[in-house]
């Protein structure tokens, strides 16, 4: 409404201002005036427009200053402009802040247009699938991820379930991924490293498998026997006698196996906390030397070497069994009349047990996976030392257990030695050293 009696006072000013110039200066010198007053007011619009489109196009400098409507225009466009900018600039700085979010995710992020061509990426993404955000944005993510499976998966649309590939780059590497429709037709590509967890289920179906295995010759042989003696009526008492003491001896054997796999079950449990105990490790091992001595059965040149004192912080019952469990192993794979020895010593600023023998050795490519539960250097040479397969796999986890490590030097047809290194921490001096 204010605009309307505006427009109105304008136009009975200039029909007044009219009246008055016709009344005093003549029609022509009026319309003289006018003109010249028309002239300069369209010279004012015509700058006004010209700087305004020259400002639009190349967006330089601040509007200029004007008085009147055009005073008006400029101040509004200047005001939008300035919350478009701060609008543009909380948007970016929200994207910024997305991005960084994303960037730090430990799964692979790749954005897709309508046409599933890249759009941007993070960084764990461009590693996992060998592409680059800026290089390859505008690419068909199948022009970039080469696999017939992975092809199929997208061309399917059902994305609920994600799919399972190897990377082909990288063999080692598995990848899972899944594509999470958004947006107009826009998808999230999204990748975890699935690589541990494949690695464990494998681990897991070799070890169900192994233990089977293990326990069903020894089943199959006290079967077989009983199944025998059912069947005879009158068996021969020399017969019956080796029978029974082949199937005690397998029967021994799956106890074996069985304590081995309840001691490593509770070695592996996060729960089972180390017990902080003082172990007097030279007594220990002189208890071990005489049991060694009585396995070998004179078969072997056992001698024993204390060069310290030192005590050990941590479980007396798990120490003892990985201590043991070397040094059986050393007396299983050193043929008779073969030397043993085992020392307990202090060596840059670490307790050291080792058990060093003059054995078959094992090659270079074995000793990294001695301690994987059921490996086997020669699975026939182990069944005939009446080894489970289980004990290097229970002494790393002692060791781990009590923050050491296992150093293992061998060399085919010279022997080994085993050692366990455990840190600084672990050790208890005795009150007289």
């Known amino acids: 409404m204010s605009g309307f009696w505006e427009r109105v006072t304008n136009l009975i000013l200039v029909a007044a201002v009219t009246g008055l110039l016709l009344a005093t200066l003549g029609t022509i010198a009026t319309l003289a005036l006018y003109v010249a007053f028309l002239l300069v007011l369209l010279i004012r619009h015509w700058h006004n427009l010209t700087t305004l489109d020259h400002w639009l196009r190349t967006e330089e400098g601040a509007l200029p200053d004007s008085s009147g409507r055009w005073g008006d225009v400029f101040a509004r466009l200047t005001r939008l402009m300035r919350e478009q900018g701060q609008s543009h600039q909380h948007i970016s700085s929200a994207l910024e802040r997305l991005r960084r979010a994303t960037s730090a995710m430990p799964e692979g992020v790749v954005i897709l247009d309508e046409m599933d061509r890249i759009e941007w990426c993070n960084p764990v993404a461009e590693k996992h699938l060998g592409i680059n955000s800026s290089r390859d944005a505008g690419q068909h993510i199948t022009h ?21 590939i190897k990377q082909p780059r990288h063999q080692a590497l598995t990848l899972s991924l899944q594509f999470v429709p958004y947006g107009d037709k826009q998808k999230l590509l999204l990748s975890r490293d699935v690589t541990r967890f494949e690695r464990i289920q494998t681990m897991r179906r070799d070890f169900v498998a192994n233990v ?45 196996l069985v304590q081995d796999l309840l001691a490593l079950s509770q070695l592996e449990d996060t729960e089972n906390l180390v017990r902080e105990e003082e172990v007097d490790v030279t007594e220990m091992l002189r208890n071990l030397y005489d049991e060694a001595n009585s ?30 469990n070397l040094i059986s192993n050393a007396i299983r794979y050193t043929p008779d009349g073969g030397s043993i020895l085992l020392n307990w010593a202090i060596r840059d600023g670490q307790s050291v047990f080792s058990v060093q023998d003059s054995g078959i050795g094992i090659e270079s490519e074995h000793i990294s996976r001695l301690t994987e ?44 030695c085993f050692s366990a290194w455990f840190p600084g921490t672990r050790l208890s001096l005795p009150e007289n050293e």
């Not at 396995?295 to 201590?323: C, M, P, Q, W, Y």
């Not at 489970?388 to 061998?410: D, P, R, W, Y």
């Open 144 to 164: 970039l991820v080469r696999q017939t499976q992975f092809a199929e998966y997208l061309a399917a649309q059902k994305y609920t379930e994600p799919m399972v």
């Open 212 to 256: 089977s295995h293990e326990l069903r010759t020894p089943l199959t042989v006290i079967g077989g026997f009983l199944e025998t003696m059912l069947d005879e009526t009158h068996s021969d008492p020399e017969t019956r006698k080796w029978a029974l003491a082949l199937m005690t001896d397998q029967t021994r054997r799956m106890q074996s």
């Open 295 to 324: 396995l070998s059965g004179g078969r072997h040149r056992i001698s024993l070497d204390l060069d310290t004192r030192v005590k050990l912080l941590g479980s007396t019952n798990e120490l003892r069994s990985a201590f043991s």
């Open 373 to 416: 539960r059921f490996y086997r250097v020669d699975r026939g040479r182990s069944r005939e030392t009446g080894g489970t397969g289980l004990g290097l796999a229970i002494v790393k986890h002692v060791l781990t257990c009590h923050q050491a490590k296992l150093e293992i030097v061998s060399e085919p047809g010279k022997g080994s």
